[in-house]
């Protein structure tokens, strides 16, 4: 075993093998599941107003569609629960 004292570039270039070996490890469900986690993280420690900003960067009108989505009431279904039917594909 190898516990020699790295300097920082050395721990650096350590640091960047292993990403890439786990990196490489990673199906697109794992690298997706991740990607949204570092975001979330990322956008959790925003303030509203940052975080709009960001938004707004990415589209400006997505903002307020957002917002919207989580203000507005839910749409309650016109499909009668009772229905024994409502399973049923409509193509029967």
Do not use: G, W
């Not at 350590?14 to 199906?27: A, G, H, P, S, T």
């Not at 979330?40 to 997505?62: G, P, R």
């Not at 903002?63 to 989505?69: A, F, M, P, R």
């Amino acid at each position: 075993m190898n516990n020699q004292a790295l300097n920082r570039q050395q721990l650096d270039d350590v640091i960047e093998q292993y990403v890439e070996l786990v990196v490489d490890n990673m199906d697109t469900k794992d690298l997706v599941r991740y990607a949204q986690e570092q975001l979330t993280d990322y956008f959790t420690k925003l303030s509203q107003h940052e975080l709009k900003e960001d938004i707004d960067c990415y589209n400006e009108e997505l903002y307020s569609e957002l917002v919207d989505n989580i203000l507005s009431p839910s749409i309650v279904s016109s499909v009668d629960d009772t229905n024994p039917y409502k399973s049923i594909p409509s193509r029967y």
